[in-house]
């Protein structure tokens, strides 16, 4: 059973930045496609980032919403996933995500992830 852990959400204002960290339990979680989702209030769940890792490579796929201001990345070394969000929006104010999948394939549907985390609060303000 992988654990995911994230961290890094907070208060920040519009054309602000953040990191999210997404910490794994288990050093497979290397082969694992890590992606980010978010939910703001009153609203479902929605696709944010996901990346997978194949034979050295990264394919990434990212919402539109987000495309040029979020970047998705790993440090295997920690076992850790990151999200770094740029200028920033209140639109993107919501409890964000980090999921795992143990297919090595980008999936943007979060019922093809396995493991999940349990989630940290980003609040844009105007």
């Known amino acids: 059973q992988v654990q995911l852990v994230e961290s890094g959400g907070g208060l920040v204002q519009a054309g602000g930045s953040l990191r999210l960290s997404c910490a794994a339990s288990?050093?497979?979680?290397?082969?694992?496609?890590m992606g980010w989702f978010r939910q703001a209030p009153g609203k479902e769940r929605e696709f944010v980032a996901a990346?997978?890792?194949?034979?050295?490579?990264?394919?990434?796929s990212y919402a539109s919403s987000v495309k040029g201001r979020f970047s998705i990345s790993r440090d295997n070394a920690k076992n850790t996933v990151y999200l770094q969000m740029n200028s920033l929006k209140p639109e993107d104010t919501a409890v964000y995500y980090c999921?795992?999948?143990?297919?090595?394939?980008?999936?943007?549907?979060?019922?093809?992830?396995?493991?999940w985390g349990q989630g940290t609060q980003v609040t844009v303000s105007s």
């Open positions: 990346a997978s890792w194949p034979w050295s490579t990264v394919t990434t």
């Open positions: 999921a795992a999948r143990r297919i090595m394939s980008i999936a943007t549907t979060q019922n093809l992830y396995d493991y």
């Open positions: 288990e050093r497979t979680f290397s082969t694992y496609t």
